[in-house]
C-alpha cells in the first residue's frame, strides 16, 4: 500500500534551480556580492518605492514558485507611520514569548512549526490561531494590517484561490511578531509546513513555502537575511542539524556558498523560497530588530494558502 504522505512528500521533487542561478555558477561568476546598485545579484529582485502592488507582489512570487527567482525585496512598502505605529505597540507589549532553543529570538503568536513537539501543541496552535491573528491585527492600525493587505492584492492578481491555510484540525494563524534583540540571530534553518505538520495530508500539498516577511524596526547592526539557494532533502537536513538545543538550525558546513542577501530597512517587505536554508545575522545595538512574519504556501493546484 502506498503511504498517501510519502508519496506527495515534496523533497521527492527534483532541484529546480533557476537558469540564472545556473548561468551565473557556470560563468564562475561572483555571485556572492551582497546586493548594492552597482552590483545586483540578478537572484534578488529589488522593487522600487511605490511598487507595491498586487500586480507586482502577484509576479515576483509567481517568480518564487516557478523557481525564477530566490528574493524579492519591496523597498518603503509600508509607510513609516504604520511601522512607527507597530513599534510603539510591540515596544510596549509585556506578552512576549521566546523559542526555546534560541532565547535571544522572541515572538508573538504560535507558529505551526510548534506542532512538532506535542500533541498539545497541535491543539493548541489551532485553539489559539484566531485570537493570535487579532493580537497581531491589533499592532497595526485599524485597517492596516499588512496580512490582510498582502491576502486582497493576491486574491485579486493571483490565478487560483487565495485565503488563509486551513488543515485538518481548523484554520492555521496568519501573522507572526518576531524580535531580535542582545546580539541574537536566527541560526539556518528552512520552513517546511509538511514537514512540521508531517500528519496532515493538506499540509503535504504545499508544494513551495514563500517566506512573507515586513521589517518593522531594524536593529542597530546586523540583522540582514540571507538564503542559500539549495534545497536539501529531509535526510540531509537531519544529518547536518546542530546540537541541542539548537538542533532547529544547520551546521555552517553543509551550506552551499554564495547566498543571497537581503538588507531590509524598515517598511520593506520581503518574499523568498523558504524551502532553502536562511538565516538572519547577529543583531547588535540597543534596537530590537521586530518584523511581521507569514508564509505563502503555493499548492499543488496552484491555490496560495497564508499561514504563519
Ligand atoms: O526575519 C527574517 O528575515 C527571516 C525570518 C525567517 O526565518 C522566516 O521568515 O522564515
Ligand atoms: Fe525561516
Given at each position: 500500500m502506498t503511504n498517501e504522505a510519502e508519496r506527495l512528500s515534496i523533497f521527492d521533487r527534483p532541484e529546480r534551480p533557476s537558469d540564472v542561478v545556473l548561468e551565473m555558477l557556470q560563468r564562475g561568476q561572483d555571485a556572492s556580492r551582497e546586493h548594492s546598485n552597482e552590483r545586483p545579484d540578478p537572484r534578488l529582485k529589488v522593487y522600487e518605492a511605490g511598487s507595491y502592488t498586487a500586480a507586482a507582489i502577484a509576479e515576483a512570487n509567481r517568480m518564487i514558485a516557478r523557481g525564477e527567482l530566490v528574493a524579492a525585496l519591496f523597498k518603503r512598502a509600508i509607510p513609516a507611520d504604520v511601522c512607527d505605529y507597530a513599534t510603539a505597540k510591540l515596544d510596549a507589549h509585556a506578552d512576549k514569548e521566546r523559542y526555546s532553543g534560541a532565547p535571544s529570538v522572541g515572538r508573538i503568536g504560535k507558529a505551526l512549526y510548534e506542532v512538532q513537539f506535542s500533541r498539545a501543541d497541535y491543539v493548541e496552535y489551532f485553539a489559539r490561531a484566531q485570537a493570535d491573528l487579532e493580537v497581531s491585527r491589533g499592532m497595526f492600525p485599524p485597517g492596516r494590517y499588512p496580512l490582510d493587505e498582502l491576502r486582497l492584492a493576491l486574491d485579486d492578481q493571483w490565478s487560483g484561490r487565495v485565503g488563509r491555510?486551513?488543515?485538518?484540525?481548523?484554520?492555521?494563524?496568519?501573522?507572526?511578531?518576531?524580535?531580535?534583540?542582545?546580539?541574537?540571530?536566527?541560526?539556518?534553518?528552512?520552513?517546511?509546513?509538511?514537514?512540521?505538520?508531517?500528519?496532515?495530508?493538506?499540509?503535504?500539498?504545499?508544494?513551495?513555502?514563500?517566506?512573507?516577511?515586513?521589517?518593522?524596526?531594524?536593529?542597530?547592526?546586523?540583522?540582514a537575511t540571507r538564503v542559500y539557494p539549495r534545497r536539501l532533502s529531509r535526510n540531509e537536513y537531519d544529518a547536518n542539524r546542530r546540537p541541542a538545543p539548537e538542533?532547529?538550525?544547520?551546521?555552517?558546513?553543509?551550506?552551499?556558498?554564495?547566498?543571497?542577501?537581503?538588507?531590509?530597512?524598515?517598511?520593506?517587505?520581503?518574499?523568498?523560497?523558504?524551502?532553502?536554508?536562511?538565516?538572519?545575522?547577529?543583531?547588535?545595538?540597543?534596537?530590537?530588530?521586530?518584523?511581521?512574519?507569514?508564509?505563502?504556501?503555493?499548492?499543488?493546484?496552484?491555490?496560495?494558502?497564508l499561514f504563519s
Open positions: 491555510l486551513r488543515l485538518e484540525e481548523g484554520l492555521c494563524g496568519l501573522g507572526l511578531l518576531r524580535f531580535v534583540d542582545k546580539g541574537g540571530e536566527i541560526l539556518p534553518h528552512n520552513d517546511v509546513a509538511a514537514a512540521d505538520a508531517e500528519y496532515s495530508l493538506i499540509a503535504q500539498s504545499i508544494d513551495t513555502q514563500i517566506a512573507f516577511n515586513l521589517l518593522i524596526q531594524s536593529a542597530e547592526h546586523g540583522g538542533d532547529y538550525a544547520l551546521r555552517d558546513e553543509c551550506l552551499p556558498p554564495y547566498p543571497v542577501i537581503i538588507r531590509p530597512e524598515a517598511g520593506d517587505i520581503y518574499f523568498f523560497d523558504a524551502n532553502f536554508p536562511h538565516r538572519v545575522d547577529a543583531c547588535s545595538g540597543p534596537r530590537a530588530r521586530y518584523t511581521l512574519s507569514a508564509f505563502l504556501g503555493v499548492l499543488r493546484n496552484s491555490d496560495l494558502a
